[in-house]
């Protein structure tokens, strides 16, 4: 069994420890042994650090035999997204930029992690900046998908999600700005969880767009999705978007509420370009919840249509001033062709930057240039307003909303060059960042070619409890989440 | 401008803003894809944002701060730790001129 | 032809606080490079801003200490631009929505002679916002060094509304608005420190035009003399061009105050598009009433109202109150010393503190606040003057011990043998009988109408005293003596 603890959710390897039928370092040793084994092939992590993991493992099994154990993450394995800030650790966002970053400071999730005893295992890889949706744009390269080696574990956080898959880690942290948590989760079979604006703290979180971005779990059930949310989420003065909203015990609210709950089924979310078998599972899914006595009922978010471009002005125009800072002054990248210092910043960032960023810095920075502020960027604010006004008129009458997580499963590496085609992918989730509302994605099925498929749940604000608990009655009723890839 | 009529990338200038060297064939290639981009983004111009207020954010609250008490910093040494170039426990960059 | 200068200035001004504007680490000057730093100010990957709330404080008064209208929402804005002593290459500023609006500033233009008042008027603001402070660069040969301690410390930016028309009413305009920032609490303003920084737009028109000439920026005026000097020079530069027939254009200068002249910049390689939109990161500021009261309650009366009291309610000349408002210490060292000797004690209180407080203070470089004289020490000396205990130039000697050891007039007096001579009064007759018998021919000259005739008496008299008889009564006893006769 020990060569199989890589695979075990949190909350039986919690009883694991607790009972001391396994120690921390066992545990970390196993995640360790496993990510030797596999990640060659699944090229997950930008880097890891095994003696500092073993030393943090070590200290988790001193604290637990001194009865100082911190709860449910104590010696577990935690895998962050390489966006995500630890003290002493590379901090690279996948990018040329920043190959020799250390960063001096721990991100308040990481803290957070950390107070909760869990051990900080390893950097892993992203789509360069999390501009992405295939983690293709890499500067390290890509990610593949655990399930299918010659496809894409979907993105920004395609290495949080195929770490996981992979059985490289126990939990992961990802980030989502326009579905970098949801959509990998959904292409690699696991539980991916976008929390409302401003519940999770983003200090230490490389900032892709400020007004979209949340850290999230990855986690192989709805219930340590919940263990791993309770122990990040909370008000943080460090973050001035960071609301002042009570923590609730997830895992405990997650097994109360049973429903039945009003289903929204938004209309908009059904149309062209949804793959026949993605549409059956999610389907099956619908009819498993209106057997369980839900009340399912088509709403509309009349303003979808517009929701990729919306999200492209914000993101971009942000993301161009949230870049500004990579310049080869301080730290990072800095050229050695550059002459004078007007030259460091463009070589730098020539250099410093792939081809995805540098598409989307010049996209941002022109819709904020003189003369195009008012058509472009306070447009999309405004049009920001009716998305988010749609969804809470739709809330009115539902108090979830039941979608696919992507149009489509993994696809083939390479396979979308065209920028705009890899946007398409993210539709059903960015109207939900733009909104700042929670969603998460849960495994709901698997394509003939044996391709994981995500169902989307979409919540009110804050309303996360509830959220978990719907996702919970449905992944207990099917055992999707027992299945592991098998890496030839 | 006005969103119907077709977006005027001058990818020269707006490179020059941004602070990046492209490449001439990057220049063709991104003129090229973000003009499809922006060709898209076009149809935002339909929607009636009359009287619509702006987000800037999800969740707007007020008054966020923090009382003003000193807290100790970076080392010099961490501070500049990442640094490319220092010196007299300074950044180097070459002579700017003013 | 007959040319009007229009001048507009803005003022950066450093808030005084303990840290930074959107980050807790200390804010300071003089300190060692990059000391003053902590993840934000160096705009690591990941870092964000929190607001100082004493920084908001701070702006607020000013604004109601120069009667703007506060704003009752105002937000946050990002100027984009790349520049190495500028660590996110954004500064985070206010755009469309600062926290102050409109408001003047009072000044006082140079009278006909120094010890006459000058005219007042009301230079008008445009606005006042707050925004954070950039690092320094240290240029050498082939490179820059950079230090970000300055980074992050919280700046306000004051816009004068483009209604100044002279060099002297610019000069005005800032020693003004520097006296009502240290009133207030709210900056040191010292120049030398980069706290008060200040640029000038100039531009001129033939008198009676209304339209604005071509404007020039000029900016490094960094003392307020040089402020004065620099704007006088680009003035006269802009009618010479002007008058062999050129053309100006817009343009930034450097004014070197050294050498008095001014440079153009050379135009910047990009033309500025800040790109400014509102800063994600941080919420907006709403101010209410009971803000703006509780913060208007801690405004001290200002520099010009209060020389506009002392003068009515003291009776005070113009020379003495011209002295005593401008330092905030000096004037609450006067009225505390006033009420302590009473309000018919003022000229003389106002007399002692500009002639031989200021002149000992400025002597030993010594700031009030370290005066070992206090306003006890003032009314004590003026007591025993008043008592006829020591004369003047006692007084006088006794005021410079007192400066330099901190003991009691009184004190001074004894160990120094410097009181008046016990004023018995029957021996101070007697040197006066004796006086006046001595010189029959001053006598007579009194008795026809000559009053000046008295003062030969004097001198036998205080000769007589050993100098410690008290002029006054000495004056009186002989008068006395002579109506008898």
Redesign the interface.
């Known amino acids: 069994m020990a060569d199989e603890l890589f695979f075990k959710p949190i909350a039986e390897l919690g009883a694991l420890l607790e009972t001391k039928a396994v120690s921390s370092v066992e545990l970390t040793r196993a995640v360790i042994a496993r990510t030797k084994a596999v990640d060659g092939r699944v090229r997950a992590f930008n880097s890891y650090d095994e003696a500092d993991a073993i030393a943090q493992a070590a200290a988790s099994d001193v604290r637990r035999a001194a009865g100082q154990a911190r709860g449910p993450l104590e010696g577990i394995p935690i895998g962050l997204k390489d966006v995500i800030s630890v003290a002493g650790q590379p901090l690279t966002a996948s990018s040329k930029m920043l190959a ?3 960063s ?1 400071y721990d991100a308040t999730v990481t803290a957070k992690l950390k107070g909760a005893g869990a051990v900080i295992w390893g950097r892993l890889n992203c789509d360069e900046f999390a501009m992405g949706s295939s983690t293709e744009n890499s500067a390290f390269g890509p990610t593949v998908n655990p399930w299918d080696l010659t496809r894409v574990p979907g993105g920004s956080s395609g290495g949080s999600s195929a770490a996981l898959a992979a059985g490289e880690a126990i939990a992961t942290l990802g980030s989502d700005t326009g579905g970098s948590i949801r959509q990998p989760a959904a292409l690699c079979g696991v539980v991916g969880l976008k929390p ?3 519940l999770v703290s983003r200090y230490g979180l490389i900032a892709f767009a400020s ?1 979209l971005d949340q850290i999230g779990p990855f986690a192989r059930t709805v219930e340590d999705a919940a263990i791993m949310l309770e122990a990040i989420a909370g008000h943080d ?1 460090l973050d ?2 960071s ?1 002042k909203a009570d923590v609730p015990d997830y895992r405990a609210e997650a097994k109360r509420h049973q429903g039945p709950w009003r289903l929204g089924i938004p209309k908009e979310y059904f149309g062209a370009g949804l793959d026949p078998e993605v549409n059956a599972a999610v389907e099956r899914a619908i009819a498993f919840y209106r057997a369980q006595g839900c009340e399912i009922k088509e709403v509309s978010l009349p ?1 979808t ?2 929701c ?3 999200y ?2 914000i993101a971009t125009a942000e993301a ?1 001033s949230n870049l ?1 800072r990579y ?8 050229s050695k062709e ?10 730098s ?2 250099e410093g ?1 792939g ?1 995805e960023v ?2 989307r ?3 941002g ?2 819709v904020l ?1 003189s ?2 502020y008012d ?2 960027y ?9 998305i ?1 006004q749609d969804f809470l008129n739709a809330y009115r009458e539902v108090d979830a909303l039941l979608t696919p997580t992507s149009p489509v499963p993994a696809f083939k590496l390479g396979e979308k060059s ?3 085609a890899l ?1 398409l992918c993210d539709i059903y989730t960015i109207g939900v960042n ?4 929670p969603a998460l994605s849960v495994p709901c099925g698997f394509t003939a070619g044996g391709l994981p498929i995500g169902l989307q749940l979409i919540g009110q ?1 804050f309303a996360e409890a509830n959220l978990l608990a719907m996702a919970r009655v449905y992944e207990q009723a099917h055992d999707w989440r027992l299945k592991h890839p098998v890496l030839p | ?3 119907s009529s077709a ?1 005027d ?1 001058n ?1 020269d ?10 490449t001439a064939e ?1 220049k063709a290639r ?1 003129s090229q ?2 003009g ?3 060709h ?2 076009e ?3 339909k ?1 009636d ?1 009359t009287g ?25 040494e ?8 220092q ?12 | 032809m007959n040319y009007e200068a229009v001048i507009g200035l803005e003022v950066h001004i450093q808030i005084k ?3 930074k504007v959107f980050t ?4 300071g000057y003089g300190q ?8 934000v ?2 705009a690591l990957p990941g870092t964000l801003p ?7 404080d701070a702006i607020i008064k000013a604004g109601l200490l120069l009667g703007c209208e506060i704003a009752p ?1 105002c ?1 946050w804005d990002r100027k984009n631009y ?3 002593d500028s660590p996110k290459n954004y500064q985070i500023s206010q755009y469309d929505q600062p926290i102050c609006l409109g408001g003047s500033v009072e000044i006082e233009l140079p009278g006909p002679a120094r010890n006459v008042m000058g005219e007042h008027k009301r230079i008008p603001l445009t606005r006042i916002h707050l925004e954070e402070d950039v690092g320094k ?12 301690n300055r980074a992050g410390t919280p700046l306000m930016e004051i816009v004068s509304d483009p209604a100044m028309h002279s060099a002297d009413e610019a000069f005005a305009y800032l020693t003004s608005l520097r006296a009502t920032m240290i009133y207030g609490g709210i900056s040191d303003c010292d120049m030398e420190k980069g706290q008060l920084r200040c640029d000038a737009n100039i531009s001129i028109r033939p008198v009676g035009e209304t339209k604005l000439g071509t404007k020039v920026e000029l900016k490094n005026l960094n003392s307020i003399s040089f402020v004065r000097d620099g704007i006088a020079h680009e003035i006269k530069r802009q009618i010479a061009v002007l008058e062999r027939g050129g053309t100006l254009v817009q343009e930034t200068r450097d004014y070197d105050g050294q050498t008095g002249a001014s440079q153009s ?2 135009s910047k390689e ?1 033309a500025h ?1 800040y ?1 400014y939109f ?1 800063d ?1 990161d ?5 101010v209410d009433e009971a803000w703006q009261e509780r913060l208007r309650a801690e405004c001290p009366e200002l520099p010009f109202p209060k020389q506009r009291r002392f003068a009515e309610s003291y009776q005070l000349p113009y020379t003495l109150t011209s002295v005593l408002v401008w330092d905030r210490t000096l004037a609450d060292f006067f009225e505390s010393t006033v009420k302590l000797v009473g309000p018919a004690k003022a000229q003389a209180v106002g007399n002692w503190i500009t002639n031989d407080l200021l002149r000992e203070l400025g002597a030993a470089h010594l700031e009030i606040a370290a005066s070992k004289v206090s306003p006890a020490h003032i009314a004590a000396l003026i007591g025993l003057f008043d008592a006829g205990s020591v004369l003047t130039n006692a007084a006088k000697e006794i005021f410079i011990e007192m400066f330099a050891t901190g003991d009691l007039p009184g004190a001074i007096a004894d160990r120094r043998g410097l009181r008046a001579a016990p004023t018995d009064a029957g021996e101070l007759e007697q040197w006066c009988r004796d006086a006046i018998a001595a010189n029959a021919k001053a006598v007579a000259e009194f008795k026809a109408g000559k009053d000046s005739a008295i003062n030969a008496f004097k001198g036998p008299v205080m000769k007589a005293a050993k100098g410690k008889a008290d002029p006054k009564r000495v004056d009186a006893a002989l008068r006395q003596l002579l109506a008898t006769m």
């Open positions: 020799n970053f250390v001096p409302t604006y401003g007004s003065p001035s978007t609301f303003h249509q517009y990729l471009d919306t492209y002005i161009s500004a310049d080869g002054i301080r730290y990072g990248h800095r550059a002459k004078d210092a007007v030259d460091i910043y463009f070589k960032r020539a930057f081809p540098k598409r810095i010049i996209l920075t022109y240039s003369g195009y058509a472009f306070l447009r999309a604010q405004k049009v920001r307003t009716l988010r065209d920028p705009l946007y733009l909104a700042g509302l604000p | 401008m006005t969103m977006p990338l990818i200038h707006v490179a020059k803003l941004a602070r990046l060297a492209l990057e991104f894809q973000l499809d981009v922006l898209h983004i149809q935002l111009g929607v944002v619509v207020e702006p987000t800037a954010h999800a969740f707007p609250i007020t008054n966020v701060w923090a009382d003003d008490i000193a807290r100790p910093g970076l080392t010099v961490t501070a500049l730790r990442n640094a490319p170039a010196r007299d426990n300074m950044i180097v960059v070459p002579k700017v001129v003013e | 606080t303990h840290s807790r680490v200390a804010a060692p490079a990059n000391t003053l730093t902590d993840p100010v160096l929190v607001m100082n709330k004493a920084a908001l929402v937000k790349f520049y190495p660069l240290n240029h050498f040969a082939t490179e820059s060094l950079v230090d970000y910049l050379r990009m598009d790109r509102p994600p941080l919420m907006p500021v709403k």
